[in-house]
Each structure stands twice: as C-alpha cells, then as structure tokens.
C-alpha cells in the first residue's frame, strides 16, 4: 500500500506542487499584477484565453471567486435573477455568497441523470422578462464528475442568446471533461460567454483560477477582482505554476483511467453501489447497504482512506496525480474492512490480482 499521503482521496485540490513546477515557480519573472505589469501573470492569462478560446482571460485567486466576478461582472444590475441546475457547485455551495454578495436570487431547475439543465424550466424562468444569468457546470461533480459534451450546451446556448441572457460555464473541471471527449477545451467552451477554468485542481497548481469572455467582459471582471481584493502583487509566481499546469491537460487521462480501475474495484465488494456516469473522468462515488456517509467516511478514515461525505450514504473519491494504482488497491481493501464491521468477519474477495489490472 503506498503511504498515508497516497490515500487521500478528498479532491484533487490536494495535489502539491512537484519538483518541476517548483523550479518553473523560483524562475518566475514577476512585476506587481495590481499595476498590471506582472509579464508572467500577462502570459498566463494570455495562453489560458488561447486555451479557452475567449478573447481575453484574468487570473484569480479560486473558482469560486470566478465564478461569482463572472456574475457581477455578467449582471446589469443588483438583484439580476441567476438560474443554475439543481445539482451544481454553484446551487449546492455558492448560493449563499451569491445572494449576499451579487444580492443574486438563485432559482435551482432540474438536471438530467449526466447532469445537463432540463431546457424547459430554465425557459419558462426566462421568459419573465428580467435578464438573467444561466449557468451550467462541466463536469458535473454531483453527478458521479460525469464530463457532458459540447453538443450538450449547444441547444442551451441558443436559448439563453434568444431570450438576451448571458450563459456562464463553471468550467472548474473543464480540462477532464475536455480530455474525457477528446477535445480541445476550447471545443468545450462553444456558446458560454465566461468561462471559469480551475488551475488548482487535477493540474496540480497550488492557486489560481482563470476567468474568461470577452475582451470588455474581462475588463469588468478585473475591476470586480479589485472590488473583491482579488487582485495580487508579485503573482507571476503563482502564475508560472498556472502556466506549468496547461501543459499537463493530456496527463489528466492518466487519472480518468485509475479512476475507472477504482470503480471496478469497489463495485467488487459486496453490497457496494458505484454508479456508472455517461463518461467517467476522476471522479467515483459509493455507499454500502444502510451505512450513513458519515458512518462510511469514519470507517474508511480508520484505515487511512480519506473521502469526502455527500448525501444519501455515497462518498466521493476523487483520483488526481498523487494516486497510483497502490492507492486504488488501499481503497478497495479499506472498503472491504468497512463492510465487514457491518456484516462480520468474511472471506474478502481479492483486490488487483496480479492477473488483474496490476
């Protein structure tokens, strides 16, 4: 079994900086971003607008602050309605800071099983005659991470420009859903008019996320990100990570297919439940037969197996760049153990044989 750091699955926000991205961080040439001189931070935002296919991207400190500059900055006005599907990041975790800080009302609609908006309600919200804000989320964390395709937005987006709206993609995955497709992430983008891309997740930056649009959209949004105390000094340092870390788009497959192992494995042990999404990035999640997630969470934790909670007794595994396929024999055995202080002491089945994928 690999070591305790191995076997924490909670996010992929959990990756540190390794050797080569710590090199390119101590060569930093930097300048001072509040002045808008920082050339590192320019570069990045410029090959980050370039990987997004938008005119123009700014650099901020978290996807959440993106996401919620993007509204402000989308927003013609205090109060402007935002509509996000029932099972986003946004809905779940970010209304609150909307409502007090963009005094944004959210109204949550319906998503399909993949976790693509259900058209009809968010075409009924638009229709009553307030510009609204739209947002989707791609890959859908709530949704086992399942990665949508581009076509998925395409009839999403010409609703939302028919009725004047202005459509936000909390891309904050992006780049897996992108890899998952085999697609350009600007392939990914079509349609949105901002896009939120997260540099500190499966691509191992220790900061940072990109927000982009257009090249008057960014303009608002760096003046929102200084309203915010978003903006930062000698950033170039943070932004040479950022600029090691799109150059690891491609790598993010090696997660997807470790992730896929886990899942077989854990659907190997008796009374797991491991949903299956359309298309499977980094993201797996299970319960066992009448065991509460905290229960779960706790027992795994025990074995030195660390999960993320959600809701109806699934935890979430999330595989990024420090796991290797150890870590995925750690975890099966761990869920094993936890079922069996359930049921009693059984024979466990076999975990990564080396006839298996080992």
């Known amino acids: 079994m690999s070591g305790a750091a191995h076997l924490d699955f909670r996010s992929d926000t959990r990756t540190a ?4 991205m710590r090199r390119a961080m101590a060569a930093a040439r930097v300048g ?10 320019g570069r990045l935002e410029s090959e980050g607008a370039r990987l997004l296919g938008t005119e123009a991207a700014v650099l901020l400190p978290s996807s ?25 990041h946004i809905a779940h975790f970010e209304a609150a800071a909307m409502r007090r800080f963009a005094r ?30 739209v947002c989707m989320e791609n890959t859908v964390m709530l949704c086992e991470g399942n ?12 609703l939302v420009e028919h009725h004047g709206a202005h459509l936000h993609l909390d891309g904050a995955r992006l780049a897996n859903a992108a890899v998952a497709h085999g697609r350009p992430v ?24 990109l927000l982009g649009g257009s090249a008057e959209f960014v303009d608002r949004a760096r003046g929102l990100r200084l309203d915010l105390g978003g903006t930062m000094h000698q950033s170039g340092v943070l932004a040479a990570a950022g600029l090691e870390a799109l150059q690891r788009v491609p790598h993010l497959a090696d997660d997807h297919a470790l992730a896929e192992l886990l899942a077989t494995e854990l ?36 074995r030195g197996v660390l999960v993320l909670p959600l809701f109806d007794g699934y935890v979430r595994f999330v595989v ?10 750690g975890a099966a055995a761990a869920l094993v153990h936890a079922g069996e202080r359930e049921r009693g002491p059984r024979r466990s089945p076999s975990v990564l044989r080396s006839e298996g994928a080992m």
């Open 267 to 302: 659907d190997r042990v008796e009374g797991a439940d491991v949903p299956a999404p359309s298309r499977r990035t980094n993201i797996v999640t299970v319960r066992l037969p009448g065991m509460p997630e905290q229960l779960l969470r706790q027992r795994l934790a025990d």
């Open 320 to 329: 990024h760049r420090e796991h290797d396929e150890a870590s995925v024999a």
């Open 147 to 158: 990665a949508l395709p581009p076509s998925s937005q395409t009839e999403l987006a010409v």
């Open 186 to 209: 600007s392939d990914m983008t079509a349609g949105a008019h901002s896009v939120t891309f997260c540099l500190a997740k499966g691509l191992g930056a220790p900061v940072g996320s």
């Open 64 to 88: 959440t602050m993106s996401n919620l500059v993007a509204v402000l900055a989308a927003a013609p006005a205090e109060g402007t309605p935002l509509i996000a599907g029932r099972a986003t």
């Open 32 to 41: 001072d971003d509040a002045y808008g001189d920082d050339p590192t931070v």
């Open 17 to 20: 900086p390794d050797a080569a």
């Open 104 to 133: 944004t009302p959210v109204t949550a609609v319906r998503q399909d099983a993949d976790g693509m908006l259900d058209a009809e309600p968010v075409r009924q919200a638009l229709t009553t005659g307030d510009r609204h804000v």
